[in-house]
T-cell receptor, first 116, second 108 residues
Framework: DTGVSQDPRHKITKRGQNVTFRCDPI?????LYWYRQTLGQGPEFLTY????????KSRLLSDRFSAERPKGSFSTLEIQRTEQGDSAMYLC??????????????FGPGTRLTVT | GQSLEQPSEVTAVEGAIVQINCTYQ??????LSWYQQHDGGAPTFLSY????GLEETGRFSSFLSRSDSYGYLLLQELQMKDSASYFC?????????FGKGTRLHILP
């Protein structure tokens, strides 16, 4: 399977704990995006990388959120001191940065986070 | 600022045709994508319009009018498996923006 993969698929944590999610993009894609989605809403942009460089981070993202893509391949998203409002589906997507391909993003299955 | 409007829900009958409209306002507009998402699934890419006009891909077609900041997705010969949420996603600068989506219900 050469699609986007995410791990874990489900995470239940207690408020105040830290969590880390992993995303493995399609191997030839150099763009990687993180989104958050809640019920009845569309994916909300969090941040994106081109290779290992984090090029943009949503202003809505608090300092408790951090993302890395150290070698330009897989990426991790960490949430520190989780709050109940962080409960959501966290989606990762990848795309090529070639002209004409930026609009076509391939999404992983997501990590569903529940904060109790 | 940025805004995106599409109907929250649409209902149609199996075998019929349905159109989902989208109006947008975004900086640095490059084109309009459409994505489909089934319950519990991830969004999947359907189509993209960079230029004005109609793009056809099988039973699905997408239209864009840049001057009107308007687009639509047309689904023909509806099948039950088309029951899903559909997102228009304008591409601005280096990312695409998703709205709340349109929930399509299909009746047998």
């Amino acid at each position: 399977d050469t699609g986007v993969s995410q791990d874990p698929r489900h995470k239940i944590t207690k408020r105040g704990q830290n969590v880390t999610f992993r995303c493995d993009p399609i191997s030839e894609h150099n763009r990687l995006y993180w989104y958050r989605q809640t019920l009845g809403q569309g994916p909300e942009f969090l941040t994106y990388f081109q290779n290992e460089a984090q090029l943009e981070k949503s202003r809505l993202l608090s300092d408790r959120f951090s993302a890395e893509r150290p070698k330009g391949s897989f990426s991790t998203l960490e949430i520190q001191r989780t709050e109940q409002g962080d409960s959501a589906m966290y989606l990762c997507a990848s795309s090529s940065s070639l002209a004409g391909a930026l609009y076509e993003q391939y999404f992983g299955p997501g990590t569903r986070l529940t904060v109790t | 600022g940025q805004s995106l409007e599409q109907p929250s829900e649409v209902t149609a009958v199996e075998g019929a045709i349905v159109q989902i409209n989208c109006t947008y306002q975004t900086s640095g507009f490059y084109g309009l994508s459409w994505y489909q998402q089934h319950d519990g699934g991830a969004p999947t890419f359907l189509s993209y319009n960079a230029l004005d006009g109609l793009e056809e891909t099988g039973r699905f077609s997408s239209f864009l009018s840049r001057s009107d900041s308007y687009g639509y997705l047309l689904l023909q010969e509806l099948q039950m498996k088309d029951s899903a949420s559909y997102f228009c996603a304008p591409r601005g600068d280096d990312k695409i923006i998703f709205g709340k989506g349109t929930r399509l219900h299909i009746l047998p």
